[in-house]
C-alpha cells in the first residue's frame, strides 16, 4: 500500500511538473529539497513526509490535494486523507481532510501560501490546533486561524478532525467603469505617465494613440504607456549609416524597406512601424530551422525552457533586437575590432551573429554553444561557422582573443562565472561586449517578479494581441504592485495562445516562456544593469561604454530594458 501511494504521488509530482516547464534542480530549489530526494520521489522509491509535500505544492502552486489526490499521507503521528476539493462561497479554491492524530502527538506546519484560512471542526477526541500556544477544539467545535503562519496540531489523548483549507482567490487587476468621457481622460493620464490602465467596457479603437497602446480584452479597454529609450543620432558610411538613419526614420520611409535584400534593414524598419502602431508582414524575418529530434535535449539545457526552433523562426520580431548588433558593430568600428577571431557566447540559433556579419564581414567568430538543437539551428543559418559546443563557463581554451561577444546570453548563466571565464579568455587591452536584456533595480524577490513581468510584457505591447486578457491583466497586476499568482495568470496567457499559429503569437509565446522561466530562476536569471556592471567591476573590467537600447520599464537610463556594455580588461 505504501509503495502504491509513494508511485501515485510520484507520478502526480511529474505531471505537475513537467506542465509547469521545471527542471527537477528547478523544483528543488524553490521547494528546498534534495534533488535527489526529489528524483526519488518521482520514481516511487522514497516515502514523502507531509512536510515536503507541503513544500512542494507551494513550489507548483497548486493545492495540496493536487499532489495526494484522494490517498491518505503521514507522519508525525498525523495522517491526512483528503475527502473533497470544491469552491467555498466566494468561489475560492475549497479543499477538505480529515487529519487523524495519534494519542501524544505534536505535527508542526509551515506557513502556507498567503492569504490561506484554515477552519478545523473536531470529530472526536480533544486537539490544540493554529499558531502558538493553539486553541483547544473538541467533538462539534470549531477553531479558525491563518494557515499563513506556522501552526500546530497536537493531542494528548489522540483525535480526528475536519480540516478545511480556504485558498485564496487570485488576485485580479482593479478595472474602472468606463464611458466615453472616462477613456478620453484614461487615454491622456497614461499618454503624460501613467502606466497602464483598465476600463470595463469597449472604449477608444485598439491601436496606437497619443503614444498609448490601447488593447480590447474580453470586456475590457487596457491601456499602457511604454518608456522611450532616446538613441543618438549617429553617423557612419555604407549599410551601418544607412541602418543608423532608419532608427529615426519616419513611417513612410520604413515602409519602402519591407522587401530590402538586407536582412538587418528589413528588421530595423519592421520594429520601426511596429512602435508607431503598424504592424507589416512578418513573413521576411522568419526562418525555419528544422527540429531537433525527439529527446535530444537534456532536462536542465537551455532547451527544456525554451522552444529553440520557436526561437529561431520568430526572434527577429523582438523589439530592440537587431538594435544589439547594429551598435555594437558601431562600437567595434569606433575601437578598431572589426575584423579577426572572436569568441561569441551564447549563440544559440545565431540571428544576432547573422546581422553583426552583415555589417561587419571580416569578423571571424568562433562559436561557443553547448545546446544540441540550437548547434543545429545555427549550422542551416551560418554554415560553416566555427563552434564550440561546450558550456562557457567551464571552457578550457590555451588561446586568448581581443574580443568576446555576448549577445543575448549572459543571463542563461551565472553572471560571476560568466565574467570571470571572458576576463581570463581576453587578452591584456580586449574587450567583452555585452548585449542583453536587464530588469529595473530590485531588492526583494517580490520586486524582481513584478519587474520581470513588467519587463516582459513590453515588448508584447506593440503587438495587437486582443487575446488572452490574461495577458493585459497580468501586465496591469503587476502595474498595481501585486506579487501573488503572477506565475498563475502567464500560464493561462500561454493557454490562451495554444490554438494561434501566426507569426505574432508564436513570438508572444516565446517571450512568455522565458517570462516563466524566468519566474522560476531557471534558464533566465536576469539581474539589473548596475549590479551587473558592479560584478564586472569585482572581477576586474573597466567600463567603456553604456547605452540602454531598448526600454521597458522605468524612465532612466539604468533601468530595465536591453542594453550594451563595452567592458575592458585593462592592460
Known amino acids: 500500500m505504501e509503495n502504491e501511494l509513494s508511485y501515485e504521488v510520484g507520478q502526480n509530482l511529474r505531471r505537475l511538473r513537467q506542465a509547469r516547464g521545471l527542471t527537477l534542480s528547478g523544483l528543488a530549489a524553490k521547494a528546498g529539497v534534495a534533488k535527489s530526494l526529489l528524483h526519488a520521489l518521482e520514481a516511487g522509491r522514497a516515502n514523502p513526509t507531509l512536510a515536503t509535500l507541503w513544500a512542494l505544492a507551494q513550489a507548483l502552486e497548486v493545492p495540496f490535494g493536487e499532489l495526494v489526490q484522494a490517498r491518505p499521507v503521514g507522519d508525525e503521528g498525523a495522517v491526512v486523507h483528503l475527502v473533497e476539493q470544491t469552491q467555498g462561497r466566494a468561489g475560492e479554491r475549497l479543499e477538505v481532510y480529515r487529519m487523524d492524530l495519534s494519542p501524544r502527538s505534536v505535527r508542526w506546519a509551515e506557513p502556507h501560501e498567503p492569504g490561506l484560512r484554515e477552519r478545523v471542526i473536531g470529530l472526536k477526541g480533544k486537539a490544540r490546533v493554529g499558531p502558538l500556544p493553539g486553541r483547544e477544539v473538541g467533538p462539534g467545535e470549531e477553531v479558525e486561524f491563518s494557515g499563513d503562519e506556522p501552526h500546530v496540531y497536537a493531542s494528548e489523548e489522540g483525535a480526528s478532525l475536519l480540516v478545511f483549507l480556504h485558498y485564496p482567490l487570485p488576485p485580479r487587476p482593479k478595472g474602472e467603469a468606463g464611458s466615453p468621457e472616462k477613456a478620453s481622460l484614461a487615454l491622456r493620464e497614461v499618454s503624460l505617465g501613467v502606466g497602464g490602465l483598465a476600463l470595463e ?119 530592440g533586437y537587431a538594435r544589439q548588433p547594429l551598435f555594437l558593430a558601431y562600437g567595434l568600428q569606433a575601437v578598431g575590432l572589426e575584423r579577426g577571431r572572436f569568441l561569441d557566447v551564447g549563440t544559440g540559433p545565431g540571428p544576432h551573429l547573422l546581422l553583426l556579419l552583415e555589417l561587419l564581414p571580416h569578423l571571424e567568430p568562433v562559436a561557443v554553444e553547448p545546446s544540441p538543437a540550437s548547434r543545429q539551428a545555427l549550422a542551416q543559418l551560418l554554415p560553416g561557422v566555427e563552434v564550440l559546443p561546450e558550456d562557457f563557463t567551464l571552457l578550457d581554451l590555451e588561446e586568448t582573443f581581443p574580443l568576446v561577444v555576448c549577445v543575448g546570453a549572459s543571463h542563461p548563466m551565472s553572471t560571476w562565472r560568466f565574467l570571470e571565464k571572458a576576463y581570463r579568455l581576453l587578452r591584456p587591452g580586449g574587450l567583452l561586449a555585452v548585449a542583453d536584456e536587464f530588469l529595473s533595480p530590485f531588492t526583494t524577490r517580490e520586486e524582481r517578479a513584478r519587474n520581470l513581468v513588467l519587463h516582459h510584457t513590453a515588448y508584447l505591447l506593440p503587438f495587437p494581441l486582443e487575446e488572452p486578457e490574461a495577458l493585459w491583466a497580468l501586465r496591469l497586476l503587476a502595474l498595481q504592485g501585486e506579487s501573488r499568482g503572477l506565475r498563475g495568470l502567464v500560464e493561462e496567457a500561454l493557454r490562451g495562445l495554444e490554438s494561434r499559429s501566426d507569426p505574432l503569437a508564436a513570438f508572444a509565446r516565446l517571450e512568455l516562456q522565458a517570462l516563466l522561466a524566468g519566474l522560476d530562476y531557471e534558464v533566465e536569471t536576469k539581474t539589473y544593469p548596475r549590479r551587473f556592471l558592479e560584478l564586472a567591476f569585482a572581477v576586474g573590467f573597466e567600463l567603456e561604454h553604456h547605452q540602454r537600447l531598448f526600454a521597458t520599464h522605468g524612465s532612466g537610463s539604468w533601468d530595465g530594458g536591453t542594453h550594451l556594455f563595452l567592458l575592458r580588461r585593462p592592460r
Do not use: C, M
Open 201 to 319: 467596457g469597449r472604449w477608444l479603437a485598439p491601436g496606437f494613440q497619443e503614444g498609448v497602446f490601447v488593447r480590447w480584452s474580453g470586456n475590457r479597454t487596457y491601456l499602457f504607456s511604454l518608456p522611450v529609450a532616446p538613441l543618438p543620432r549617429l553617423e557612419a558610411q555604407g549599410l551601418l549609416g544607412e541602418a543608423l538613419a532608419l532608427l529615426h526614420a519616419p513611417a513612410e520611409d520604413l515602409r519602402s524597406y519591407g522587401q530590402s535584400p538586407s536582412l538587418l534593414l528589413r528588421t530595423l524598419a519592421w520594429e520601426g512601424l511596429l512602435l508607431k502602431g503598424e504592424v507589416a508582414d512578418p513573413a521576411p524575418l522568419l526562418f525555419q530551422t528544422a527540429r531537433p529530434p525527439a529527446g535530444s535535449s537534456k532536462e536542465e539545457n537551455w532547451e527544456s525552457r525554451i522552444s529553440v526552433d520557436l526561437y529561431a523562426r520568430v526572434e527577429l520580431l523582438h523589439p
